[in-house]
Structure formats: structure tokens, C-alpha cells
């Protein structure tokens, strides 16, 4: 086409579109960054000031973005994925301060890529979803959280308690212990000899108990707390992109915390060991 056709279809092999932004229930202003692959990961940096919502359309390539709003009290991220000439017209709600509990990701609403990935077990076919408003935890629930959920269920229910206790089983080879005082409490060391710190992710609980945990969380802050979707996960994990990993495309045991990320015999560190291992909205682990 270039040798043929270049000036007839000039237009369409630049693949330029355009861009219109706007931020609801208050006007914010908007940058924007190109994500650029750098040591085999997806970066965006050098940002572009666009102005204040509403604003007309701008110009903008074909690519991979994200878009910082930042208005009274918030700051909102939004990935972007720009097709060949398209005209893409956004209206992205801002949470106003107060709205998002402390310590979780505002994922504003929004179409992304889910599946698509061979390698992946049970993987669906590469597909577009909405996927609409939510807040998620920016790390995984950690022992300290559990222990004290788990305390106080044991003050009201001690029977409802000992059905939540992290295990190696479904019924058995409880890991967490009573103490002295009849409270759970975390082991200096477990039948592997590890120690368990209240950083650390909690393990060895169920799907129930996670249910049960989100219920008690709702009573005790007042807000509603749940487990996320199958797509809201794989949104927050990835962006919208279809990227394969919260970080890029190309997967190196350096970027999260697995088996082989540090030498010796494996081990569980505490949340937010591993700067890399976070998505395109902050999400981390």
C-alpha cells in the first residue's frame, strides 16, 4: 500500500484518531502518557497535559495510554487502548473524597480485553466486556486483617470461628492456634518452620470463608464489601489492553513474588514485597 497507495490511504496507515474526555459528577483536569515497553515492561511516562474537562477532541496515535484526572480530593487512572483512526469519547466518573474506602483502587467503568491467552489455564477466547464501576483492595488481605476478623467472630460465635481458621484441609491441619488467653493468634513457626507475620496474605482459607470474611468486613465498617468478578479481577489485574501480565507482555520471576523469585527453599513474604507486580491502576500482587 505504501509503494502503491501511499497518498490515497495516508489517513488510514497513520491511524490517528481522536480523543474527547469527560469527567462526571465535577470537572478534572487530564493528562496523558504513552505506555512504552522499557526492560520488558509496559511504562508510561512522559505526561501530557490536556486540559480541563469537558474538553473538545484532540489528536491522538494509534496505541497503548493511560489518563490521570485529577480533581478535589481524587485521582483517577483510566488505561487506554487506541484503535486505527478511532474516534473514542469517554465520560469517566470521579468518586468524590470519602468515596472510596482507604486502601482500595477507584476502577472506573468501561470496556477491556479478557482471555486470550494459550498459556493460560481454562482461558477463555479473546473477547471485549463492559465491565462498570467497583473498588478493589490494592493488596490482598492480610493475617492481620483475618486474625482480627476471626476474633471477633470468636467472641460472638466461637463455633462460627472454628470453621474459618486458615487450614492445610477442608476440615483439618488447622495452622492458627489458640493462645494462652483463648484468642487466635499467628504461629512463631508452622509445621514447616515458617513464621507467619500480619503483613503477610492470609492462605489456607476457603471460598466461603472469604464470603464470610467480606460479610463481616460490611457490618463492621458499614460499607458493602464482596469478592470481585471473574472480569472486575482480570480488569483490575490487566488494564484494558489484554496485556498478559499486570506489567507487560514478557514475564520474568523478578517482576512478582513465585516459587523461583528468590533462591532457597520458597517462601511468602509480606504484601507489597515486589514493586513491579502492579497493574495499570495500581492494584498490586
Not at 484518531?17 to 511504562?43: F, H, Q
Not at 466518573?93 to 470496556?111: K, L, Q, S, T, Y
Not at 468486613?217 to 460499607?223: L, M, V, Y
Request: with cysteine; glycine share 10%.
Amino acid at each position: 500500500v505504501r509503494r502503491f497507495a501511499e497518498e490515497e490511504y495516508r489517513e488510514r496507515l497513520l491511524g490517528e484518531g481522536r480523543l474527547t474526555v469527560e469527567a462526571w459528577p465535577c470537572p478534572a483536569r487530564v493528562s496523558i502518557a504513552a505506555y512504552l515497553d522499557k526492560d520488558r515492561r509496559l511504562i508510561a511516562e512522559s505526561w501530557r497535559d490536556l486540559g480541563a474537562t469537558p474538553q473538545s477532541s484532540v489528536a491522538i496515535p494509534m496505541g497503548r495510554f493511560s489518563l490521570r484526572l485529577l480533581a478535589e480530593g481524587a485521582t483517577v487512572f483510566y488505561p487506554l487502548l487506541v484503535g486505527r483512526c478511532e474516534d473514542v469519547r469517554l465520560r469517566i466518573r470521579v468518586p468524590a473524597p470519602g468515596d472510596i474506602e482507604a486502601g482500595f483502587v477507584f476502577i472506573p467503568e468501561g470496556p477491556c480485553r479478557v482471555g486470550g491467552d494459550p498459556l493460560a489455564f481454562n482461558s477463555p477466547p479473546a473477547h471485549i466486556v463492559d465491565v462498570g464501576d467497583f473498588a478493589i483492595a490494592r493488596f490482598p488481605v492480610t493475617c492481620a486483617a483475618y486474625l482480627e476478623f476471626l476474633n471477633d467472630t470468636l467472641a460472638r460465635d466461637p463455633d462460627e470461628a472454628l470453621r474459618h481458621v486458615p487450614r492445610v484441609q477442608p476440615t483439618a491441619g488447622f495452622i492458627w492456634e489458640r493462645g494462652a488467653d483463648g484468642r487466635f493468634q499467628l504461629p512463631t513457626a508452622d509445621a514447616e518452620g515458617d513464621a507467619w507475620l500480619p503483613e503477610m496474605p492470609v492462605l489456607g482459607v476457603s471460598w466461603e470463608d472469604a464470603m464470610t470474611f467480606a460479610a463481616w468486613k460490611s457490618r463492621a465498617d458499614g460499607r458493602r464489601f464482596r469478592l470481585p468478578t471473574r472480569d472486575e479481577w482480570e480488569k483490575a489485574g490487566r488494564g484494558v489492553d489484554g496485556r498478559l501480565f499486570p506489567w507487560g507482555d514478557s514475564f520474568d520471576a523478578a517482576f512478582c513474588h513465585i516459587g523461583n523469585t528468590w533462591p532457597g527453599r520458597p517462601e511468602v513474604k509480606p504484601v507489597g514485597t515486589v514493586a513491579t507486580d502492579e497493574s495499570p491502576y495500581g492494584v498490586r500482587d
